[in-house]
């Protein structure tokens, strides 16, 4: 499947497109394991079972033991990447992350009243957890955070770690849905039309409807990206995330005209 477009390419393409050149083009540099960067993967784990915690009759404990328990397992979990970690760090990052249970549950609760108990409890259910999707037709593959049943239909849920927006969900976060609802269709032969979002860091979780603007959006990036995986070097965007770029020493390159039209 190597000449699959993974749906973390149009995640990339939508920060800056040079991201996805260099992905390929180049030898990714190791970026170094920071406490904000393990408190994410804490998050991520502890928001696996965030059922639990809805169904719980105490939240405060529940969500201390969820996390007490993803500290104990993230190591091996994500041993390689996480081999030789400082210890003092990890503790850290723990820390960081108890500070933050408090907003987390507050947020369970905002959902549960906006949503209702039960409705929430089939938006957190996995029936199937991180399934790797192909799609053929497209040459797209990606990974939803979970598969979920939505008054008996199809559906999938992607958790993140971001700051959650005041309504909604981000675009990043409604195109990946949508590029992911997409490989769902043809991997079980439905019809996804709804995904849903777990901003994790704050309890918020929310449904949304899969657009079909977003979806002729998605194959529109998807031929964009298979020309830059072909070699076009494409434009890069004067709102691109530079600073936090690990590519940023290599992007010195004057784009050609061509370029611009990527």
Known sequence: MEDHIRVSDISNYLKCPRQVYYTYKESRPANPITSAYLESLLIREIARSYVDVVRSGDMDGTLQELLDVAAHQLTAIY?????????????????????????????????????????????????????????????LSGSPDRLIMVDDVPGLSIIRTVRAPESGIWKNDRIRLTALSILMEEEYDCVVSSGTVEYARYGIIRNTNIKRSDRRKVLVLVGRIRKIMDG???????????????????????????????
Do not use: W
């Open 79 to 139: 041993r390689e990447e996480l081999r030789g970690i400082d210890e003092e760090m990890l503790f850290e990052a723990v820390e960081a992350v108890r500070s933050h249970l408090e907003g987390i549950k507050c947020g369970i609760l905002e959902s549960v009243e906006r949503l209702g108990s039960n409705r929430l409890v089939e938006l957190l259910t996995s029936h199937d957890t991180e399934p790797v999707l192909y799609s053929k037709k497209f040459g």
């Open 232 to 262: 076009r070097l494409p434009h890069r965007p004067d709102d691109a995330p530079c600073d936090y770029c690990s590519y940023a020493e290599l992007c010195q390159v004057t784009p050609t005209l061509a370029s611009k039209f990527f």
